[in-house]
């Protein structure tokens, strides 16, 4: 039931950020790249989850799609380029079926992040789920699954102590502004309008409320700047305002969309140079691609931190957090077996009232021959028990065979479920097949037309 689930992607595990942005879609052609994707590689249903650590294809395959490795086209649709003989299998990693879903639960529980736990990225599963919605690419398989993602990550959020302590790539960067801070206080310029950017903003200004940050909202657009600088009661600047005559900072933090880098050498110098403190102020590059010209600051003996340098140092603190992780990793497990079943619900639950019905229509059938033969002389009152007790027992002798057929789909073998058919009389089995077939069809034809 779960086999049909699959993904296909690149993280921080496997690569720096400079080479993850080589696999992102271009911007502004997501939708109409994965429209055309789904159909080209034969995928009923497919999210498209970016973040600045990972870069994830999660799909849904036809009943009519080949079981084939279809890291190739990925590859393809990511770069842009055909992949050479075997570079596609060596750049991405695919899971299938349970494992499939298995490592989107890690995902959106921070379990597979570089900071373990991070809270940043259920938000981003959450938004790569309703970007499907949007495009008309996601059926009931992949609904099921993020459902269950954001289930158990909000159980690991709340029922255990993963979350506590600094747990997002944010913090570790907030971690270095406050330090900065300490030794020569001053403004701290953000630039972008980002998550990153905002919960930098909240965890300074709530973290450091015995010291008062300043801040200073800096964005291309400058009424976005104003709404977001009013809410924190700091400063904004528009882009060109902050580039063109710096304002006397400490401490920049950037994270934007932009395909090239904002904060060039000429800049740098003029930012350096209105230091109020004397000395070169802290740069952190939270962008990907990045914002700030790092050949640029080494050139002019400016500290620089890059995203890659802030996963580095998640990753070192990332054992520390493993002890934690491990009542964590139990609620994993344990939302597979509810995934499984919830599948099992959607795909078999027309089987499951065909079995039921037919228990049913024998006893009332029963119950019809009796009362109009043997018993045809009592009364309304006594008739309705009669059928009422034919009733409540044909439903529970239809409860057995039910469990039963549920276990076989659980954990019998492949083919479980015909060999249950094939021990019925004939016109029974098909009668249930036809019921499954009308369920397979129904959940296609949805498919179609939310696409």
Partial sequence: ???????????????????????????????????????????????????????????????????????????????????????????????????????????????????????????QVRSCHELALDLGLSGYRLELLFKESLRIAAEVRDETNLGEGRVSLAEIAVKHIRERLEHTPGAVALVGIS?????????????????????????????????????????????????????????????????????????????AAKSPSGQPPLFIDMAVPPDIDKHACKELHLKCLSMDDIIHEAESNRQARLMEAAQARQRVDNALLRLHDQFAERAYGPLFGALQNRYRHTARMGVNRLLSKELKGLGAAEREAI???????????????????????????????????????????????QALNRSTTKSGQNRVAES
């Fill in 1 to 123: 039931m779960l086999e049909d689930l699959g993904i296909v992607g690149i993280s921080w595990r496997h690569s720096d950020s400079k080479a993850l942005q080589r696999f992102a879609l271009r911007r502004g052609e997501e939708a109409e790249l994965l429209a055309r994707f789904a159909k080209h590689a034969g995928l009923s249903e497919l999210a498209y989850l970016e973040t600045c650590n990972r870069i994830e294809l999660i799909f849904s395959r036809t009943p009519d799609t080949p079981t084939k490795d279809i890291r190739p086209l990925v590859y393809e649709l990511l770069t842009g380029q055909t992949p050479a003989a075997g570079e596609a299998e060596r750049s991405l990693k695919a899971w299938q079926g349970e494992g499939a879903c298995e490592h989107l639960f890690l995902v959106a529980t921070g379990l597979d992040s570089a900071v373990v736990g991070e809270v940043e990225i259920v938000g």
């Fill in 195 to 271: 998550p990153m950017t905002e919960r930098t903003a909240l965890s300074l200004t709530k973290k450091c409320s015995d010291t008062k940050v300043s801040l200073i909202i800096v964005n291309r657009t400058a009424d976005k700047a104003r709404t977001f600088a009013d809410k924190l009661g700091a400063e904004a600047m528009s882009l060109k305002e902050f580039v063109t005559e710096p304002p006397a900072i400490e401490a920049v933090l950037t994270s934007t969309s932009a395909e090239t880098p904002l904060l060039t050498k000429s800049v740098l110098e003029r930012i």
């Fill in 387 to 433: 059928e009422t007790w034919a009733e409540v027992l044909a439903r529970r002798f239809a409860h057995i065979p039910t469990l039963g057929l549920r276990g076989l789909l659980h954990y019998g073998p492949d083919g479980s479920l015909e060999a249950f058919l094939e021990g019925l009389d004939a016109e029974f089995a098909d009668e249930l097949r």
